[in-house]
């Protein structure tokens, strides 16, 4: 095949090939797409609106279309099914996924409710990784909706910093309790190699693959297979991709370390801040007391440090408990990471006692 030509819609076999054995996969079920999965998942949102799926009345003329987002969660999925009116109900997480109590709840009463963000691995912000029992439930869940989708977004899926942590296969679950075409599974190597320059692949049932390709083929005569060759040709396999990551792993490590050392220090024991201890990812979330990250960020930023804006974290920007705080240490240099961080540590000591004493 001669990669500067058009063809092969689908994307090259071995890249294919590629992405199933790094994540466990059938190739068969894999289309590439362009260097961003996010684009990929906004594509697979607006086919639901306008085309709906598998026969099932198109979202948008629907009299109204409710996502789940597990919060706190990632920003840009958040804005995506708000640039679609698509209505966003807040999930709270718990250490082992969002709180599948609730979820369960809401998608069983309701048929409105379509679909459910979820990073399954060292999420974003805080680097919780979803148990085999959470996969198990939102596997075998009863969904008032027939048409109802879960948007895996296995962005850190290979971003270990330690040991890795194992997520059980979601999509041969769907498929063995009887739900195959509930899952669309997204991932690229855009944090992997550079961004921008990276592949992004979804993968589905044999079902809504081929109605994801019949679009596809009006939409596009096809993306870059010379990226995917030159991504091929230096990753090479799983376990080109495992060394790359074990050499990322060995930059991110000690900077991950430095941001939970300050907190450790200085507000361990507090009462005024709490945190998760990620394996993994990209990131790292604190919460503080309550009403109180706004002014924590608001005085970062006065004193030359800015940080994720308060609130990004959580549908239409409103954490409800204005706590939370994303924290991302890969930019800085390490010695600037850990004067940010004392500094980050005061602000949130200076916010929470002036909360305290009511000023």
């Known amino acids: 095949m001669d990669c ?39 594509d697979c949102i607006m086919r639901l609106m306008v085309f709906g799926t ?14 789940l987002c597990p919060s ?10 708000q640039e679609f ?10 250490s082992s996924g969002p709180d599948m109590d609730e979820v369960e709840k809401l998608v069983a009463s309701d048929d409105s409710v379509k679909g459910i963000w979820c990073v399954p691995l060292y999420s974003n912000p805080q680097g ?39 997520l059980k296969d979601i999509m041969k679950e769907c498929a063995r309790r009887g739900n195959p075409d509930r899952v669309l599974y997204f991932f690229s190597t855009s944090k992997i190699t550079y961004p921008g320059a990276g ?33 091929l040709q230096f990753l090479k396999n799983a ?32 009462g005024l801040a709490s945190w998760e201890k990620p394996r993994g990812g990209y990131f790292v979330a604190v919460d503080t007391l309550d009403g109180c990250a ?17 609130g990004a974290t959580f549908p239409y920007k409103r954490d409800p408990r204005d706590r939370n705080i994303r924290l991302a240490p890969s930019f800085p240099p390490l010695a600037e990471l850990e004067l940010a961080m004392e500094l980050f540590c005061v602000c949130v000591k200076l916010a929470a006692v002036r909360k305290l004493l009511g000023r």
């Open 4 to 42: 500067r030509n058009y063809g092969c819609l689908e994307g090259l076999p071995e890249m294919r090939g590629f992405f199933g054995e790094l994540l466990g996969l059938d190739p068969a079920d894999i289309i590439i797409g362009g260097n961003s999965s996010l684009n990929l998942m906004y």
């Open 54 to 67: 598998q026969g099932h009345t198109p979202w948008s003329k629907l009299p109204k279309v409710k996502f």
């Open 72 to 81: 706190p969660g990632y920003d840009r999925h958040f804005a995506v099914t």
């Open 85 to 94: 009116g698509i209505e966003m109900i807040t999930v709270p997480m718990t």
């Open 128 to 166: 919780i990784c979803y148990s085999d029992e959470t996969v198990d439930r939102l596997s075998a869940m009863k969904c008032a909706a027939p048409d109802f989708r879960i948007f895996w977004d296995n962005a850190y899926g290979v971003h270990h910093l330690y040991e890795p942590v194992v």
């Open 199 to 231: 592949v992004a692949m979804v993968s589905s049932s044999p079902a809504n693959c081929a109605e994801i390709l019949r679009h596809m083929t009006i939409q596009t005569i096809g993306y870059d297979k010379l990226n995917q060759l030159r991504t």
């Open 239 to 270: 376990d080109g991709v495992k060394a790359q990551m074990a050499r990322q792993a060995a930059l991110l490590r000690p900077k991950f370390e430095a941001v939970l050392n300050a907190l450790e220090k200085e507000l361990a024991g507090t």
């Open 294 to 310: 706004k002014e924590t960020v608001r005085l970062a930023k006065e004193a030359g440090v800015t940080l994720t804006g308060a």
